[in-house]
């Protein structure tokens, strides 16, 4: 009987401090035949983050949205990836994504851009922690492998810091030093 108390407390506790934001994406009615008719239920797609580089999207189905809602919420809980950010508000470089027919490409941007992108990939920067991001959906609308795509494309994001130590570098011999990136600007405006 304690032994119970003690796992709805610590249960009860973990759900009162929300330490993860979630965005419902999509929530479909769904039928199942069976031999009197036919049995509707829901499915539901949330995506789940803590707005500081972590995210996750689920599924869940049930007969209520609620339910469905919730199951989705978990199955995101467990499924969460750990993304890099610059400056904690963009990308380090441009990525394509791919799931099925989905392809979408993301690409960093400056300050102040905001994020550009449409339906569910929004959910999931803004999930994420993205401020400033530009991403373009070629192919598929559907949200279940949209979301894929953009997870994909999020998987294959490397830090400097992440590449240098897999050279076994420092991060300043990898990344391409500022002044001369500013005077190669400066030689391409005197050209035009």
């Known amino acids: 009987m304690a032994r119970e108390d003690n796992r709805r407390g610590g249960r009860r506790d973990r759900d009162e401090t929300p330490e993860f934001a979630d965005r419902l994406v999509a929530i479909n009615r769904v039928s199942k035949t069976v031999k009197g008719g036919k049995r509707f239920g829901f499915a539901a797609l949330v995506v789940v983050g803590d707005q500081k580089g972590r995210v996750g999207f689920g599924k869940g189905k049930a007969k209520e949205v609620p339910e469905a809602i919730r199951k989705a919420t978990e199955a995101a809980k467990r499924?969460?990836?750990?993304?890099?950010?610059?400056?904690?508000?963009?990308?380090?470089?441009d990525m394509e994504g791919r799931h099925g027919a989905g392809k979408i490409v993301m690409r960093t941007a400056p300050e102040g851009t905001g994020i550009i992108a449409g339906g569910p990939m929004r959910a999931v920067f803004e999930m994420l922690g993205l401020k400033d991001v530009v991403s373009?959906?070629?192919?598929?609308?559907?949200?279940?492998?949209?979301?894929?795509a953009t997870m994909d494309g999020l998987m294959k994001e490397q830090s400097p810091r992440s590449v240098a130590q897999r050279?076994?570098?420092?991060?300043s011999d990898i990344l391409p030093k500022r002044e001369e990136s500013h005077h190669a600007s400066d030689q391409v405006a005197e050209e035009a």
Do not use: A, D, F
């Open 79 to 93: 499924g969460m990836i750990r993304v890099q950010l610059r400056e904690g508000r963009t990308l380090h470089h």
């Open 136 to 148: 373009k959906s070629t192919g598929t609308q559907n949200p279940y492998n949209m979301i894929r």
């Open 167 to 171: 050279r076994g570098k420092k991060v």
